[in-house]
């Protein structure tokens, strides 16, 4: 099972529920694919093995963890050196404030998704952390105004 053309409309059906509710019970899951339980179990297997599903997760309320705020952030560096590459990306990596960390072709070079407490704490992470980094050569921020869809 190495790409999407392995997958069977019931395997898409399966991945579908399971992106919906990954904790939906396997007697549930079978009755809305059509299966009984044991093939339906079978096929969730084969696709956890197999590296299609690669985990399962849940989903936090920001605001309930103290990151209300949200900011996508473009960020353009100077080097292009391994060396300072890499201690770019190991340090941003390990800043908890950075949920998400992208490489990205063109410009920006990286796309990072920020989530913070409010604008106090954004304004902190910026001045102490990113933009102190000695590659950083343009940072740019956004706000979100709506958020229309998230799928994990």
């Given at each position: 099972?190495?790409?999407?053309?392995?997958?069977?409309?019931?395997?898409?059906?399966?991945?579908?529920?399971?992106?919906?509710?990954?904790?939906?019970?396997?007697?549930?899951?079978?009755?809305?694919?059509?299966?009984?339980?044991?093939?339906?179990?079978?096929?969730v297997k084969r696709l956890e093995e197999?590296?299609?599903?690669?985990?399962?997760?849940?989903?936090?309320?920001?605001?309930?963890?103290?990151?209300?705020?949200?900011?996508?952030?473009?960020?353009?560096?100077?080097?292009?050196?391994?060396?300072?590459?890499?201690?770019?990306?190991?340090?941003?990596?390990?800043?908890?404030?950075?949920?998400?960390?992208?490489?990205?072709?063109?410009?920006?070079?990286?796309?990072?998704?920020?989530?913070?407490?409010?604008?106090?704490?954004?304004?902190?992470?910026?001045?102490s952390k990113l933009s102190g980094l000695?590659?950083?050569?343009?940072?740019?921020?956004?706000?979100?105004?709506?958020?229309?869809?998230?799928?994990?």
């Amino acid at each position: 099972m190495g790409n999407e053309s392995d997958l069977d409309a019931v395997d898409r059906e399966i991945l579908f529920h399971l992106r919906q509710d990954g904790r939906l019970p396997n007697v549930e899951l079978a009755k809305r694919v059509g299966l009984t339980p044991p093939p339906c179990l079978r096929r969730v297997k084969r696709l956890e093995e197999s590296g299609v599903i690669a985990g399962y997760r849940a989903v936090i309320d920001p605001g309930a963890v103290g990151r209300a705020l949200e900011v996508l952030v473009d960020v353009e560096i100077y080097a292009q050196d391994r060396g300072t590459v890499e201690e770019f990306e190991t340090t941003v990596a390990s800043y908890e404030e950075v949920v998400e960390f992208r490489r990205m072709y063109g410009r920006p070079d990286y796309f990072l998704r920020v989530a913070v407490a409010d604008h106090a704490a954004y304004e902190a992470f910026m001045m102490s952390k990113l933009s102190g980094l000695p590659a950083v050569l343009r940072l740019e921020s956004h706000l979100t105004m709506k958020t229309i869809k998230v799928d994990g």
